[in-house]
């Protein structure tokens, strides 16, 4: 539902119609209220990428870098789906989640710089940064253009960006 339609388009309302909870079940799950919810979903995504993406990462070299790739495919779904986190990140609820955007951002680049710097990268910090900024960016792309195939190229060819290093 937060992808759908954002933080302040997902109204406990269209919460509940999607859950097939009313609202007072959603309280009681959530008593917190739509912020906690919220907080549930960002954890979700980041024990996904934290198996997924970040610990390849932490422990391998060029190994870690392409997992990293074929994960990040499979998870947004070869472009034709947002990233939550970085959405959260361009509006009003940046501040709300501040702390689990942030972190979610710094584990990536400093995962992909420890993986690069083991490869041998001489500008390890620049490339990850290049190479998250660049997922995100082409993701946005996609969805603007109704484009996944933007994305499946982007990825490829920051694939060999990191191999050519």
Known sequence: MFREHGYEGASLTRLGSASGLGKGSLYHFFPGGKDEMAEAVLAEI????????????????????????????????????????GAFALCDTRDRFRGAIAGYFARWTDALEGALAR??????????????????????LARAADDPAIFSRTLERLRVRAQDM
């Open 46 to 85: 980041d024990g996904w990428f934290e198996a997924n993406v970040f610990a390849l990462l932490e422990t391998g070299g060029a190994d870690g870098i392409s997992a990293m790739f074929d994960a990040v495919e499979t998870y947004f779904h070869s472009g034709r789906r947002v990233c939550l986190v």
């Open 119 to 140: 490869t041998g990268n001489a500008d390890a910090t620049g490339l990850a940064e290049e190479i998250v900024g660049g997922i995100q960016g082409a993701l946005v």
